[in-house]
């Protein structure tokens, strides 16, 4: 693909593209109850186009109150958690950076968790409130600790490595300490992912959230080539190091502790898709970051539907699967990009 230019890039995006619409289309019609593509293109046209297709009324209720907004809420998390593993990766220069590397993950766990069991915040905090307080409390640790040790790449992701494990034991605490065997057993199973309880409310979140992100990273898709050599080269070209590196690491903690408020910790996405992305489009991140958005996308939707599937009458947590297939393709991935001795 890099090598036929932006006929190839284009080529790969559409392909991408349509590849995303049939996993979306799988999603729905996969289940204990299979409806066909043809009833779930009627359902839609009836919904959106005002059309009047005769369809049943159980089959318009799991793809209306279910199965389409669980399709739309994986595929935005995928998204979104693979653009935040593209952008660390390239700010930090370090291929092994992903939100969960940082801590800010584990913060977002910790502030979910916190209003779940404690109720903090009386009921005024909603999930999703607790999660964003619980990454930028995160985020902010690691910055100051990292300023504390003199900055630098390195210095960053080991402050984030211990601001990781701080709010980790603080999450098990909480849960060890407060929670019934109930609770105890929701939020780990919450923890490893899950996409068993969100709605169209969920899509409504998460969506404008990864799409409004990915817009913003586009818009600096030069300032991260040339982060990429470092934040001296950066800033000879002209960009402003220190205003980029805040934007957008703040956007990644915006776009982290969305899902997790909603879908909980996913391991793998924002660590295995940008090297998949990179391996396919090469360096430029206005190549990177759209076929990041999608492979990431695609990813996610494909991981709940074998989630759902795997094991009859049970669902695994989604993070298991994307555990179990992103550490193969990882390693696959350096193994076909090794160098040359």
Known sequence: MQRNGRGGFAALFLLSLAALMLAISLAVSIGEIVIPLQTIAEAIANRIFGASFAIKPVHEGVIWDYRLSRALVAASSGAALAVTGAILQALLRNPLAEPYVLGISAGASTGAVAVMILNLGSGVLTLSAGAFLGAVAAFSLVSLLAAGAGGGTDRIILAGVAGSQLFNALTSYIVTTSANAEQARGVMFWLLGSLGGVRWPDV???????????????????????????????????????????ILVGLTAVMTAAVVSIVGSIGFVGLVIPHAARFLVGPAHRRILPATALIGAIFMVLADIVSRTIIPQQVLPIGVVTALFGAPAFAFILYKARRPV
């Open 204 to 246: 409504f979140l998460v969506a404008p959230v990864a799409g409004g992100g990915f817009l913003i990273c586009m818009f600096h898709a030069r300032a991260l080539d040339a982060f990429t050599f470092g934040t001296d080269s950066a800033a000879a070209l002209g960009i402003p190091v220190n205003r980029v590196r805040l």
